[in-house]
Structures are given as C-alpha cells and as structure tokens.
C-alpha cells in the first residue's frame, strides 16, 4: 500500500472527527520515548530519547459538561537509544533510534471546574499510528581511537491496515509500519490553554514479522508533556 493513500485516509479519519468538533488546540510536545526490553514490559530508563510532537486536538462534547470525546492527529517522534562508554574515548559507542508518525489518539476525558475558567481534566483511550519516516544515527570511537558517525532512514514494512492478522513486506530489519496502543492523559486547562501530561503504552512489537501478543517486549513507551494553544 502507498504511503500517501495511508496518509490520506489518517487525514480523512480525523477529519471525520473534527467535523464534529465543538473547539480545539494546536498542540506542541516534549516526547520522552522509550521502548520495552522485557517479556513484561518494563524500560530502561538509561535508553529515553528526548523527542517532539506537533498537531491538532478537537473537542467533542458528550452531553454533560463533564465528559468530552479528544480526537486528534499529531506528527509524533518514538524511539529509543543506546549509549555505551564515554565520549571520545577507545570503544564508545551510541545509537538512537528515532521512528516518527502520523498518529490518531481518540480519548474519553473527564472535566472538573477549579476555578473561574479553569478545569482539571484526565481521561484515556486508543491510538493508531502510522510510520512515515525516521533515522538512525550512530556515533562512535574503535579500540584504535578513529571515530566514526553515520545515519540511515528507518525502513518500514509495506503493510496493510486492512489485513489485521497479517503483515504484508515484513523482513529482516524492517519496522512493523503500524502502532496501535493505549493512551492516558491529565492536565490542566484554561481560557486559551491546555497544559497536560500523556503517556502511550504501544501493544504492537516494533520488528516486522513479530507476534505482538506473544509478550510485552519491543514495544513503544512514550512519556510526553504538552502545551495546547486553544481556538
């Protein structure tokens, strides 16, 4: 399947929610990305990679007040790196591994009033991503002090979302193309603006081929802090 009919139909799935929308954010985020090195689950923190999200939020209101459906669509960096050594010294070595994505997180929020304008708000839900691009930089020093540092682009597997239970392309050293998973989300907000903190917990194994639900290990953890700017 082309990359740009994949992206189309992300764009006209959201924009099917947001034709809904009573209001939105434009949103801008520090990513804390991680990905799980264990059959339960669990990170290493030492392999967090710092990376960004930009996009668009909506708001649907669900009758009360109180609830709101948060469609949105967002440009998201995942990934994770590996550093071993130090710098410049004989046998340094470090690799990050930074995937982005168009990604579809739909949550059910919860709103509170706390004063004037402001609301506490939390609330989760599912997301589904698509991988559009991302590299992978790696840096070092040999044991006879020469250094090297290079960068190639991630290659995904040519999937197709509509075969659930089968992944088209997979191979050796290719990226599964589509992550899917669960969000949760707390924050603050106002007048214009919306500060909120959001975790992603990814349930699809990064490496093509690979059974997801076989266990909790090579997936997606994403840890993100968010500013958005309401209209």
Known sequence: MKLKHIAAGTALLFGSFLSHAQSGQLRVGLNLANV????NGRVND???LTSFQVGVIGNVKLGSSFLSLQPGLLYTGKGSKIQ???????????????PMYLEVPLNLLFKAPIGGANRFFIGAGPYAAVGIAGKVKTEGTNILGQTYNRETDIQFSNDDPTTFNKEEGA???????FD????????I??????LGVNYG???????????????NNNKHRVL????????
């Open 36 to 39: 799980s090195v264990t059959p």
């Open 46 to 48: 030492a392999n967090q």
């Open 84 to 98: 071993k050594g130090t710098a410049g010294q004989a046998g340094y070595y470090k690799q990050t591994f930074n």
């Open 171 to 177: 191979g050796l050293g290719l990226v599964r193309r």
């Open 180 to 187: 899917y998973g669960l969000n949760g989300t707390a924050g």
């Open 189 to 194: 907000e106002g007048k214009s603006l919306a």
């Open 201 to 215: 917990l990814g349930l699809a194994k990064l490496q093509s081929g690979t059974n997801s639900s076989a266990d």
């Open 224 to 231: 993100s802090v968010t500013l958005g700017f309401k209209f």
